[in-house]
């Protein structure tokens, strides 16, 4: 008899129950894991809304959710060779990667040249089944063991922590630099601290209402996007000369343009924020000034990196969780965190 479990099904775009779905199977190299924290994703909304027919996902209906922890509780053939055994407490991550491309051979797995291939890549919660459900099944090439002093719910932000520590890392951050984060969600906020990290002497947030308070209360200077212009205010906190690296992390046409306008001569902006729309550069400044742009995909690594930041509270991912919810309460946390007024900044959903 087929074992069942609760799960997310969004039938079509924006309509979603929680019903009995049967426990995967791992295969070979993979675990099967109950999973414990979910940590909502602005992707997640974006999918559930049906942002993009064909792609992510494949079809409806679908289970969405990627940023994870659990424990494992199943090996698939051969995960034993890797260490891995029942019972470790793992965080989870999205791109299982082929391995044998020339980006993932040189380490840049977030840019598989197999990207959605069946049997050669996958993204869970994306274009095949995710995490919003009682268990999961991930590769080995996609869990990472999580410290005692971890909780679940710190592990399920795991994830975005190491998507804000590539940004800050593709912002090439050297020691002593001025950086700008703009937006001040979740991914903003992690890498201000990701920014810390890599060796900024001063980081500058960029963003408006609740989220940039929890910014302030955090410790970091801000800037206000509602109190006048945002680009003048940052060069007036960095002695007029602008600042040293812009991490972009709203994805709103206007924030790039800020951020391009906030480097100092010889600055260098990362992106991670998507903008919907194409945004107009002025390219005058970019070739007199030399600055650099450059885009930053998910994570290449960096989730062993992060981990223990995140355990010895360098990276303050517990204090950005700010509401919880059972799975069986999936649809008012979806609701709370699409609500921009809810005071929402990480969701974490406990199946």
Known sequence: MTQMMQAVVVREPNVLDIAEAPIPEPGRNEVLAR??????????????NGDYPGFWPLAFPFTPGHEWAGEIVA????????????????????????????????GHYNLCENYGKPGL?????????????TYAVHNVKCIFKLPDEMSFDEGA???????????????NIKAGDAVAVTGAGAVG??????????????VVVVGRGHRLQRAAALGFDTVDTLAGDPVASVRELTGGLGADVVLECAGAPETL????????????????GIPTEDVTLKCQSLVLDELELAGSRASAGEMRRVIPFIANGRMRAKELIT??????????????FNDRSSGAIKIIVNP
């Not at 343009?257 to 991670?272: D, K």
Request: net charge positive; hydrophobic share 45%; charged share 15%.
């Open 35 to 48: 999973v414990r924290s979910v940590s909502i994703c602005g992707t997640d909304a974006h999918l559930i």
């Open 75 to 106: 090996l698939g053939e051969g995960a034993d060779i890797f260490g891995w055994k029942v019972g470790d407490r793992v965080a989870g991550t999205s791109h299982n990667a082929c391995g044998a491309c020339q980006k993932c051979v040189e």
């Open 121 to 133: 890549h996958a993204q869970y919660g994306h274009n095949v089944q995710g995490v919003n459900a």
């Open 157 to 171: 932000i795991a994830d975005p922590a190491s998507i804000a520590l590539h940004v800050a890392r593709r912002g």
């Open 189 to 202: 906020v992690l890498a201000a601290d990701a920014a810390l990290i890599c060796g900024a002497a001063r």
């Open 257 to 272: 343009t800020w951020g391009m306008a906030m480097l100092r001569r010889g600055g260098r902006c990362a992106m991670v």
């Open 323 to 336: 509401h919880h919810f059972p799975l069986s309460e999936y649809d008012k946390a979806l609701a709370t």
